[in-house]
């Protein structure tokens, strides 16, 4: 195992080694005999990675080669300088679960069509291009599409690289599925169409794609083959595929699992209060690949952790510190973190934290980009605390072709189809009913943000306003401040896909107090105005 | 009959009694000879209740035992000082008119949800928040769902209690029909959640129920158990039913009659002239009970004065006075008032009555908020002028489960069901046809009704300007002047619910009224503004 | 001959006779050899009128009599100073083409209904009071109708002549198709509904009706019975009935061909290089007829031609000069004009012609007010390049009642009939495919829309702020400049109505340039009253 350690950590640049201390692992060693260990080889490699062999035997994947996954095993056993090659794409798990990866990549040719801004009226943020003013999101903000299609919309974005990867073909074919470079293609370094923004960076790709798994350390720190500081362009080329099936199940055991570092650090940081422990107890064992990088396992599948690997508030950007508004740039680790905070919550932990993401262009608070929350948002909520699981309403059990029962990985949004995600629990309920009912919170959470836009909208024009008038800086800093609570406490439920669903009284709680902190900024201005005004006479 | 009387006072607290003139009622009457008196005791209730004698006998009625509707008879038949319990409840009535009473409590699953916010794009009232600032519909403004509902609706309504009342259970239970109590939990006397308003009171329930007919005097002055200075959470608490049958229907002999006080106070004010008179009368004879209350008996069924009870614009808050700026209380009566005018007479109403609802947030004008007048909107619209009465088009005939027709109390919008609401008196017209014509007539005043919005927004930002500027108190008040003639112009159609079809050519009238008053106060806001920045040169 | 040319010069008030040089026509002719000339009377109209001879011998209309569509003439082979009445309303043609008329009349009862204002949330131009202040289309600016509808769909509009026509029996007969008057009343010259505007003149009426084309000098000089500067209401009391048969197809030969007058002169000014040339060439030969009014007749039909007589930008209303701001008139030529041009070389081609539509209410900057520039837009596009033509998309190939194909003469929005539209060329796609793409292209031009409003909005508030500020005019003239720009390369395409489907890349690039612009004056403000701000203290 020395050997293969030092071929790998040559490979990885590091030559650290971290004890191995797998957990038991899989429910099926629990409930029958592990089948004996076939002879295929596999034994030539357990010499060496014995910590493979602790996932894979007695597991449901126990029968299979090592070959299945691993190509040029030969000349790597022969010379083990020379690193196999992992074959990471959905391909090669959906030979034997086909109606998995037939979901996956299943297009849904919504009516309404794709690549819906977000802000305009009736949009997710109406007011965005006032309230996000400064903000690289400006530029392009649209309704996300299914996982399948979550790189190329990335880097296809107006705002991730000036617009230099377009889909082949133009509009025709954006609604191809597959790898990121058949469907892409690159306009060229010097590419910079107009109104676009280059806000791509490594840290950003990590919970589109798990194509980097193997050449990316712990974070994103120096040492692998790319870091948070590498060139965007250069990653970039490196996606193949969205996020795979390895980013929730462990490939050599079916463990259920994670592989995001930025969620194991945050779990592992608070093992007994975190989001999702219970009893002060979190179900993730993690293993610490010879100081590169972790991955946590679960006993049991529990999807909220698995889905928390993005659909999380996180950090992955440059930004600024509050204490001294020096930047903090893509070499500090700070760019690669989740809070795993609630909205009330997040504000206090970003300051703790000592940063924030950017100035807003008129009023020069200090904002939080929020990014999407889902998980903290659940966290708590009704459903949450009734046991359920973000997959038992997004991945309902389906009928595939061969007949048999499997979670559809479409994911899908539960109100597109309530029969599936709610009646299986609610029986009794009609399916006309349960959509009512989510409707109806959505509704009335809707009603919130546009109200909390609103007092935004209006904070920020009073303010430019009082500036123009010379009203003290001492009164700007605390409207400022208020406009700081308030962005966050509302800009979390724009982000946040579930319209409150996920959480209504988290949801109304955090946006009267959005509204309450804008209307004590625009008060504070305003009186400053009226003594302004009283002054000149 | 004297003695009943006495009880009667001493339970109301008034010892006057006044004269019954009771009407020949009933078409029933007038069609067949009447049955002969049932002798089932009743004789000995009329020997002192002769005013239900003559609504009840020869009636469709007539042949119901007082037991029927009336427990504690015994009781009461022995000790006249003990009242007998009326039952007022829909389950009553419902007993014989069930596919009535089970039409009323039928729930609409609408798949776009309840509770929908007015102050959102493309909402009733897109820029209400600006509009409506510093009133208390601010808090929470939602499209209504049907009558089943209005009770709960309104009591756990961001605006009523702050937030004191609320769906037990949560918004799993938001579908609820049945006993207001059933239903809402009360959180408790200090509560007051975040970003909500008080502004709930016992003169503004009684267009929600019918429970308090025995309870509150006329107009809801002193006397009755309840009036209009009471605690509204007492009030509240006797609430179990929204409007009853007994609303329109006269329980003891079925005569179409109205109970609401305001209304009948309105149409006796002025019985030749009203929206509802035809040649000079009106079709409503009023009964007075003992100087307690009254309620108003038809000899035909108008369902243009039964809907009138509620849907029409009314006074049912305190307020200011245009005279000298004083506050208007619950104990003037002229916070339970109807004025039944039409929206280009209705500021002449309010400033003769000398009464306002609040000043604007932000300019300080007088304002008017409007209910919902959809009855003096289609008071001598082409409708009207045809006979057409509401309930043809929003309560349409149907079959029931008994194979019997009857008119359904599921009140409906015709343009969610076009063919029950329009081709009974149109059908040579095709429902698509119907439907393009009503969603036309919507289209065209929607438009007017955002125009006249922005210019409203335009007057409030523009006065904002001049305000700081300096601009002379004399030139805001003209400009604030401008502001409450197009408020009330405006603001009546977002209130009204018909989006312009009851009667388009009102609404044009109107709304353009207000653009141009609008106008014209910005443009003496900007004048001003103009000398004033000269004057710096 | 000469005689019958005085009598018409006589008629048209011109002697000037214009050598005519008609190029040989019709596929027919090519195909199959021409019949005999039908020996009815036709060989004596034939001795003056040799022109029609050229293009009706031997065409698909030989064998018809001139009696067909024309009427007294007897009267007139007697006496040829009494012209003969030619018949020009569609369902002349009707009597053969019967699914063509039929199409073109049939009445689309869409479920949301029609006169959708475009200036509300969720419209096409929501913001348009604000951007567009100070022209005619603020006071009423609807979604079209179709072709069936666009006479009286101009002449009711609130912006054409004060409200005066509007339909007879009110909303009720709003669907109604057929002739002018039968469908409209004139209420009297004296009418001026509130908030209307009389925008109407007699050149905008070019691209509703062909009914003036005998009336009509070419591009509306004097000499006619009607001209640029006749009394509006003279000449819409002269139009019968919406653009007929005649306005694409000859009607003595059923030749391709285009009639309005502005389109000929914008070809014939440059042939080799306007937008529907080919291989430096253009179809479209051009027959003058005595120098009154000219036709262009085409080889093949390219329906790009025919809808591009409306579907352009145009100027047919008064404005003003960039070179000195003096009035431009209906007198001359320019109100009656086809640039040609698309939206990043319109306003350039608009300061060269040196005219302007009208001055913004609150900036002043000098604006064009775009029309509905789809033939423009689509000119270089991917489906133009690739041989499409309008009608393939917009007028899909049905089965007639008799069985028969054809092009269907009601013109559809292809997204709302993607199958008919789409699938024939695209074979291998799915309609919801198709849809999507359709969707997702507006979608995203949407987004960029909604973008260049808020920028505009930024830019006009920002100037009100500067101007008040006493920000010097040199900045003021600078930031106006801004606003020139910024609004053509938006408005274009809200005025266009495919939402970008037409030509994506160049809505992006117009739209994007937009924003650059208003930010770029938004800039400018900002920056000097900051110098202001600091001069005060």
């Known amino acids: 195992m020395l050997k293969r350690n030092l071929v790998l950590a040559a490979a990885l640049g590091t030559g650290v080694l971290t004890a191995l201390a797998l957990p038991t692992l899989t429910t099926a060693a629990k409930t029958k005999p592990a089948p004996k260990a076939v002879n295929d080889g596999r034994a030539k490699c357990y010499e060496c990675h014995e910590e493979v062999k602790a996932l894979k035997e007695g597991s449901k994947h126990a029968a299979l080669s090592c070959k299945t996954c691993h190509d040029k095993l030969d000349e790597h056993l022969k010379d083990s300088s020379k690193a196999p090659v992992t074959r990471l794409d959905h391909a090669v798990c959906g030979t034997c679960h086909k109606s998995q990866y037939d979901s996956f990549f299943e297009v849904h040719y919504d009516p309404n069509g ?41 880097f296809a974005s107006d705002r991730f690289q000036g617009g230099r990867y377009q889909f082949k ?16 293609e690159d306009k060229g370094p010097n590419t910079k169409i107009p109104e676009s923004a280059m ?41 193949d595929n969205p ?61 909220r952790m698995m889905c928390a ?17 020096k930047p903090v740039k893509y070499d500090d680790s700070r760019t690669n973190h989740f809070p795993l905070k609630n909205a009330k919550e997040i504000l206090a932990h970003y300051k703790k934290l000592d940063f924030y993401d950017f100035k807003h ?12 929350p889902e998980s903290e948002t659940y966290a708590g909520s009704t459903h949450d605390k009734a046991g359920v699981q973000c997959h038992q309403c997004h991945m309902p059990t389906k009928k595939g072709k061969d007949g048999k029962k499997f979670s559809s990985h479409s994911v899908i949004r539960p109100v597109n189809d309530v029969q599936a995600a709610c009646l299986g629990c609610h029986p009794k309920d009609s399916a006309a009913k349960k959509k009512y009912q989510i409707e109806t919170i959505r509704n009335y959470t809707k009603g919130k943000m546009r109200k909390a836009e609103y007092w935004l909208g209006n904070l920020i024009d009073t303010y430019a306003a009082a500036q123009r008038q010379g009203v003290p800086e ?24 579930s319209d409150g669903f996920h959480n209504p009284a988290l949801a109304r709680d955090s946006l009267t107090a959005s509204i309450s902190a804008s ?11 009226l003594v302004k005004k009283d002054e000149k006479k």
């Open 309 to 325: 690997q993005c659909h999380v508030e996180y950090n992955c950007n440059a930004g600024g510190q509050w204490s001294d508004g």
């Open 474 to 497: 001492t009164v700007l800093a605390q409207a400022r401040e208020k406009h700081e609570e308030a962005h966050v406490l509302w800009e979390y439920w724009t982000a946040e896909n």
């Open 199 to 239: 806000a791509g960076n490594p840290t950003c790709m990590q919970c589109k794609t798990s194509d980097l798994t193997l050449k990316w350390k712990f974070l994103g720190d120096k040492g692998g083959k790319f870091d948070r500081t590498s060139n965007v362009n250069d990653v970039a080329k490196a996606v």
């Open 361 to 372: 262009a008129i009023t020069g608070a200090r904002l939080i980009k929020l990014q999407h």
């Open 519 to 529: 209307k004590a900024g625009v008060k504070v201005l305003n009186d400053a105005m």
């Open 243 to 303: 996020l795979g099936c390895i980013t929730c199940h462990d490939p050599h055991g079916t463990q259920p699992r994670v592989i995001r570092d930025a969620l194991i650090q945050a779990v592992q940081s608070n093992t007994s209060g975190n989001i999702f422990s219970k009893g002060g107890k979190t179900d993730l064992k993690v293993v610490d690949f010879r100081g590169f990088r972790k991955i946590g396992v679960m006993e049991k599948t529990d999807s």
């Open 114 to 154: 794709a690549r819906k801004e977000k802000g305009v009226p009736g949009g997710r943020s109406p007011m965005q291009d006032k309230l996000l003013a400064g903000h690289g999101f400006t530029f392009e903000h649209t309704e996300p599409r299914g996982h399948a299609h979550m790189v190329v919309d990335q």
């Open 169 to 184: 073909g133009g509009w025709a074919n954006y609604d191809k599925v597959g790898k990121t470079w058949d469907i892409l």
